[in-house]
């Protein structure tokens, strides 16, 4: 008899398991012994989700992170001298939103909250100007980063307590994907205390997404911070992945319903040596394929601080060979500093800005398909964007 119900293996366990099948053999006195066990996650939202992470995952298409915090957007405003205003937040999504021809090469764009319920100066909410150029909407849905007590310096990510709801509630809004960011740090250890809770406060986030219709995105930035090399990044980022991919399998969370987004596997900012892109794909790919189940559809990095054209020649070098993922980007820093820089806050620069945005999304669309050049980049894109102890 197929049945779908959770069932307790036995008085003093607290373990629980999902039972698909529940035979008794003929002659057989104990029932545990023939139950057949799987992992299955039931869910109304089963297949949207796989579709979902799927469509996100398309070819040459990737995600544009514009997720920022009313703060820490008031720091990309402040860079060009607009003071943290709802307006100025405003026109500057307005103008990344509706670049026209975006929906080519980005598949997906992660809001704030503030932007997913936010319209543009005419009227038009922001969700319906994503989803006209076949772009998926996402949310930011953790509460940020606090001390880690009894940690050496670090962090854990808030976010838990009402996440079910706010899910929903954001479902409901036209958001179809979620985003939540915890950081570990390699220069204050990093400790195991504070890489397991990075991967339990992920996989719990995770299944609550699931739960509620939203693919989660997972993502443990590994910081850039350090002067260690990069075998120290692979030793760390594999510790990393391993504890996430251990906790997302206990909490029930399908793997065809998630996209990653992991930091490349590169040396600390501060090493005396940089990698060049092919060492870094190297690392980076050798970690994924040693963690990362090919169940998953995409995985979409972080720029982490890297130049504009640095994350653009580090993915394509990803892509020279086949992956079992789609190997593509989620860039926030290395999509928005020559738009920025191109806008000023000026209405009259807002064409050239869109277009600054629109050369930046192509040439990280063709890095995922492995066929960008680096050619003709602006001394603005080769820009690195690294600050010590940077905070979202
Ligand atoms: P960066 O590409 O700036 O590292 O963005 C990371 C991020 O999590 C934004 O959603």
Known sequence: MACSSLVKL????????????FNQRPGSSSRLATRRVSFVRAGSYSEELVQTAKSIASPGRG???????????????DSIGLDNTESNRQAYRQLLLTTPGLGEYISGAILFEETLYQSTT?????????REQNIVPGIKVDKGLVPLPGSNNESWCQGLDGLASRSAEYYKQGARFAKWRTVVSIPCGP??????????????????????????IVEPEILLDGDHPIERTLEVAEKVWAEVFYYLAENNVTFEGILLKPSMVTPGAEHKEKASPETIAKYTLTMLKRRVPPAVPGVMFLSGGQSEVEATLNLNAMNQSPNPWHVSFSYARALQNTVLKTWQGHPENVEAAQKALLVRAKANSLAQLGSYSGEGESDEAKKGMFVKGYTY
Not at 63 to 77: M, V, Y
Not at 122 to 130: H, N, R, S, T, Y
Not at 200 to 213: E, H, K, P, T, V
Request: net charge neutral.
């Open 191 to 216: 400790s195991a205390l504070a890489v397991k809770e990075a991967a339990w406060g992920l996989a719990r986030y995770a299944a609550i997404s699931q739960d509620n219709g939203l693919v989660p």
């Open 122 to 130: 005419d009227g038009k909410k922001f969700v319906d100007c994503l």
């Open 10 to 21: 036995n008085a003093s366990s607290s373990q629980w398991i999902g039972q698909q099948s």
């Open 63 to 77: 995600i544009l992170a514009i997720d920022e915090s009313n703060a820490t957007c008031g720091k990309r405003l």
